[in-house]
Nanobody, 115 residues
Framework: QVQVVESGGGLVQPGGSLTLSCAAS????????MGWYRQAQGKQRELVAS???????NYTDSVKGRFTISRDNAKNTVYLQMNSLKPEDTAVYYC?????????WGQGTQVTVSS
């Protein structure tokens, strides 16, 4: 069973920055597409960003130019650098790992953007 653990959430003021980290256990990390999802209160979970095994990235329109996803296969870790944060970015952020389909989920980390 692959364990996925997110970290790095917290409270930040509008315009601020945070970096989320996600570590996945096991020896197959380099084979996974990794994704960051978020779920705001009362809303459906949405894909924020993803990165393939070839480091091809994809972003939802609302975060393009502000968020950057990256991976370090040697550390079994994926990152989400979030800049110019807005109150509407407030959500629980979840990390996901999978081959073809999202399979392994973390427990989530809360990001709150508020003054």
């Amino acid at each position: 069973q692959v364990q996925v653990v997110e970290s790095g959430g917290g409270l930040v003021q509008p315009g601020g920055s945070l970096t989320l980290s996600c570590a996945a256990s096991g020896s197959m990390f380099g084979m996974y597409t990794m994704g960051w999802y978020r779920q705001a209160q009362g809303k459906q979970r949405e894909l924020v960003a993803s990165i393939t095994i070839f480091s091809t990235t994809n972003y939802t329109d609302s975060v393009k130019g502000r968020f950057t996803i990256s991976r370090d296969n040697a550390k079994n870790t994926v990152y989400l650098q979030m800049n110019s944060l807005k109150p509407e970015d407030t959500a629980v952020y979840y990390c996901n790992a999978g081959i073809g389909v999202p399979t392994y989920w973390g427990q989530g980390t809360q990001v709150t953007v508020s003054s």
